[in-house]
C-alpha cells in the first residue's frame, strides 16, 4: 500500500456550466480518494478548470463579458456543482491562477533550453497551418470532418496559418513507448494501453505549442508575442497543483513520492499518454505512475450534445435523487472504464430497489428491532452460529476484495460488492427472523442476531462510505459511533467486534425516501385460483372496488389487543393508516417495507378507538395466515386488477 497517493481529473473547460460526464470522472475521483484515505493513505485530489483559449475568449465576447469576468463566472458553476455532489477535492487548480502561470513559464523555459537525445532544440518555430475547430480547441484533419464539419460540434472548421513553436515529439516516442510496454507508467484497462502503442507504432507528428492569434493566454517567456497553446498550457496543472517551481518540498512529496494516478476519459488518451509524458521527459521530471481511462457514455442512446437537449445538469439529479443517490446512479450504470448507455428514466427504479429497499429498509428495520426489543441499546452476543458465522466471514472478508476492485479502479464491480453484502444482510435477518425469537423470548439467539446485523451495517457503512458518504456517516452516527469512530477506515472494516455492547442507537429515518414514478404505471396482476365454487359478480360489480399495491413505512402493535397491528401505509399519492388483524402472525419489523395488497375504496372505520381506511388482503387456510404481496419492485398506488 502506498503511503501517499494523488488523483487527478481532467480540468474542465469553463466555457459553459458543468454537464454529467464532467461529473461522471469527479464522482469516480472522489469516490478513489475518499477510498485511500479510508485506507489511511494521506491523499491528494485534485480537480480544477481548464480557462484560457480562443474559445473563452468568444464566448465572453458573445456575453459582452471580458475572459476573466466569464471564467469567474462559471468556475463558480463548476464549485457549486461539486459541492452540491459532496466532492472533497484538496486543491481547485484554475490555469488562470497566478501559481499556475508561473509554473507554465517556468517548465516553458527549462523546455526551451533543453536539448533530446540527438542534440537537437526541444522546442523549435515553423510554419503552421491546418483547420482548426472552435468547438474542440483543436487542429482538425479532413478525413475526421463530416459533410465538412467538425461532427462533435457541427461548426464548419477555420484555416488557420501562423508562425508556431513547435515541440519535439517525434523524438520521444520511442522513450514514451518504452515506459508504457515496462509499465513505469501504467495504462488502464489493458485495451487503453494497445490504443496508445498502436498511436506511437503509426507515429506522431511533432505538435505546436503556441498562438499568435489567441491572445487569452499565457505569454510564452522567450517569445511574449506567443501565448502558450492549450495541451502545454493545460496539462502542467497536475504539477503546478503540487507546487513545481514553487514549493519543492510539497512537488517532493505528492509528486516523486506518491502514486500519482490521472484519471480521464477516452477522449483525451493521447494528449496524457504520449503528449505529457514526453513532455515531462523533456524537462528531467517523472511521468505519472498510472492513467486510468474510463469511457463515454450515452445518453439513452444518443451522445450527450447541447443540439439534441440531452445535456443533463448535474445539480437537476441532485435535486431529484440526492448527493448520494447521484453518485450511486451515475457510477451503477456500466462497468468503469467501458462506454456505456445512461438510461435517465431508469434511475428511479434503480435507486428505489437498492437504496430505499435494500439498504435504506436494512438501516430502519436492524434499529427498530434494537429499539423494540433491546430498549435502544447493543445488545452483547453470545455464542455464535453457523449462519452467524457465515455473514460475519462474508463482512470481513467483503473489505480486502472490495480494496482489490479498488486498485484495479474497477469501481462499479466495488459498489456491486458492498451491495451484495447488503443483501445477503437483509436474507440473514429475514432466515433469522429476530421478531420470532423475540416473540418465543429466545433472548440470548435474539442478542447475537442483532449484534451480528448491527455489525455487519458498520462494516457497510464503512466499505459504502467512499460512494455514499453523506449516508453512510448518518448509519455510523445512528449505530452510535462518535468521534474518530465515526470516520471510517478499511482497517476496521475487517475486524469484527468494534461496536460496544450497550450502546444506544439513534432513531431510524428515511434514509432514502422511496421515490415516485412518473412514468405510465405497470399494471400488477394478481391471479386468484382454486376455490371450487365462486359466487358471481358481475364486472360491474367488481370493478367498483379499488385494489392498490402499498408499502408498508410504519408499524406498530395496538395496545391492548393482541391480534392488531397499525399499519402506515404508502399507497402512491398519499400515507394513510390502518389496522389489521395479524399481529399473531406478523411482527411490526417484519412488516417494514413489504409490498401488501388493499382495498383501498373501504369506508374509514374505527377499530378500537383507531381509524382505518382500507383492508388488506390475506389468505387464510385454518391457523395460518398469509399476507397478499407483490413479488416485484412495484411501487406503492399501483394498481391491482
Ligand atoms: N480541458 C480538457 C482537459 C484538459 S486535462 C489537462 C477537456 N475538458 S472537457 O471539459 O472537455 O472535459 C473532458 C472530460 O469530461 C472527458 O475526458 C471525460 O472525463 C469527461 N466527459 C465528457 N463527456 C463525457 C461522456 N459523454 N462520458 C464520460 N465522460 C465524459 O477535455
Not at 447541447?306 to 445538469?313: A, M, P, S
Not at 476492485?405 to 451484495?420: F, G, H, P, T, W
Amino acid at each position: 500500500m502506498a503511503a501517499r497517493f494523488m488523483v487527478t481529473t481532467p480540468i474542465y473547460y469553463v466555457n459553459d456550466k458543468p454537464h454529467i460526464g464532467q461529473a461522471y470522472t469527479t464522482i469516480a475521483a472522489d469516490v478513489l480518494a475518499r477510498f485511500h484515505r479510508t485506507g489511511g493513505e494521506e491523499t491528494f485530489f485534485l480537480t480544477g478548470t481548464d480557462e484560457h483559449g480562443s474559445k473563452v475568449e468568444e464566448t465572453a465576447k458573445k456575453q459582452g463579458k471580458t475572459p476573466r469576468e466569464l471564467c469567474d463566472m462559471n468556475v463558480e458553476h463548476f464549485k457549486k456543482a461539486w459541492k452540491s455532489l459532496n466532492i472533497s477535492y484538496d486543491y481547485f487548480v484554475r490555469t488562470t491562477d497566478a501559481r499556475h502561470q508561473k509554473a507554465v513559464e517556468k517548465l516553458l523555459s527549462v523546455m526551451h533550453e533543453a536539448t533530446t537525445r540527438n542534440n537537437e532544440q526541444v522546442i523549435y518555430p515553423a510554419e503552421y497551418s491546418g483547420l482548426y475547430c472552435l468547438g474542440c480547441e483543436k487542429f482538425i484533419t479532413k478525413k475526421e470532418l463530416v459533410d465538412g464539419l467538425c461532427p462533435d460540434h457541427l461548426l464548419e472548421p477555420k484555416r488557420v496559418s501562423e508562425k508556431n513553436y513547435f515541440f519535439r515529439l517525434s523524438s520521444y516516442l520511442e522513450q514514451v513507448g518504452e515506459l508504457i510496454r515496462n509499465d513505469e507508467l501504467k495504462i488502464s484497462p489493458e485495451e487503453r494501453k494497445k490504443e496508445t502503442l498502436g498511436l506511437l507504432k503509426q507515429g506522431l507528428d511533432d505538435f505546436s505549442i503556441s498562438r499568435e492569434k489567441v491572445s487569452w493566454g499565457i505569454p510564452l517567456p522567450f517569445d511574449p508575442k506567443q501565448n502558450a497553446y492549450v495541451w502545454v498550457d493545460a496539462l502542467p496543472n497536475y504539477i503546478s497543483a503540487v507546487g513545481y517551481g514553487d514549493d519543492s518540498e510539497q512537488f517532493e512529496k505528492w509528486w516523486n513520492e506518491g502514486e500519482v494516478v490521472h484519471l480521464i476519459g477516452k477522449d483525451i488518451l493521447k494528449f496524457h499518454a504520449i503528449f505529457w509524458p514526453a513532455m515531462l521527459s523533456a524537462v528531467g521530471v517523472s511521468p505519472p505512475d498510472r492513467i486510468f481511462v474510463h469511457g463515454f457514455f450515452t445518453i439513452d442512446g444518443q451522445k450527450m450534445s447541447k443540439t439534441l437537449g440531452n445535456v443533463v445538469d448535474p445539480e437537476y439529479l441532485v435535486k431529484k435523487y440526492g448527493s448520494d443517490g447521484t453518485r450511486y446512479l451515475l457510477l451503477t450504470q456500466f462497468p468503469f472504464g467501458q462506454d456505456g448507455d445512461i438510461q435517465v428514466d431508469r434511475f428511479v427504479e434503480k435507486y428505489n430497489s437498492d437504496l430505499a429497499n435494500d439498504l435504506g429498509n436494512l438501516v430502519s428495520r436492524t434499529l427498530k428491532m434494537v429499539k423494540s426489543y433491546r430498549q435502544g441499546e447493543i445488545p452483547k452476543p453470545s455464542a455464535y452460529q453457523e449462519p452467524d458465522e457465515n455473514l460475519k466471514k462474508e463482512a470481513t472478508e467483503c473489505a480486502r476484495t472490495v480494496w482489490q476492485s479498488v486498485q484495479e479502479i474497477n469501481l462499479k464491480q466495488a459498489v456491486d460488492q458492498v451491495m451484495k453484502l447488503v443483501r445477503s444482510t437483509n436474507k440473514y435477518v429475514e432466515s433469522q427472523a429476530p421478531w420470532a425469537l423475540a416473540k418465543a423470548d429466545k433472548r440470548e439467539r435474539l442478542d447475537t442476531v442483532l449484534y451480528t446485523s448491527c455489525e455487519t451495517l458498520r462494516i457497510i457503512s464503512a466499505l459504502f462510505y467512499p460512494v455514499l458518504p453523506q449516508g453512510c456517516v448518518r448509519i455510523r452516527e445512528l449505530l452510535g459511533l462518535s468521534g474518530e469512530a465515526l470516520n471510517p477506515t478499511l482497517e476496521k472494516a475487517k475486524e469484527w467486534g468494534v461496536l460496544e455492547p450497550g450502546t444506544k442507537v439513534g432513531t431510524p429515518e428515511s434514509l432514502f425516501p422511496r421515490m415516485e414514478k412518473k412514468a405510465k404505471q405497470e399494471k400488477t396482476e394478481v391471479v386468484v385460483s382454486g376455490k371450487e365454487t365462486i359466487p358471481e359478480v358481475s364486472f360491474d360489480e367488481f370493478s367498483k372496488i379499488d385494489l392498490r399495491v402499498a408499502e408498508v413505512k410504519e408499524a406498530e402493535k395496538v395496545k391492548g389487543a393482541d391480534k392488531l397491528l397499525k399499519l402506515k401505509i404508502d399507497i402512491g399519492n398519499e400515507e394513510r393508516q390502518i389496522v389489521a388483524g395479524i399481529a399473531e402472525q406478523y411482527s411490526p419489523e417484519e412488516m417494514i417495507g413489504k409490498r401488501i395488497v388493499v382495498v383501498v375504496n373501504l369506508k374509514p372505520a374505527k377499530i378500537r378507538g383507531i381509524e382505518s381506511r382500507g383492508m388488506l388482503l390475506a389468505a387464510k387456510d385454518g391457523k395460518i395466515l398469509s399476507l397478499v404481496c407483490v413479488d416485484k419492485d412495484v411501487k406503492g398506488g399501483s394498481d391491482v386488477s
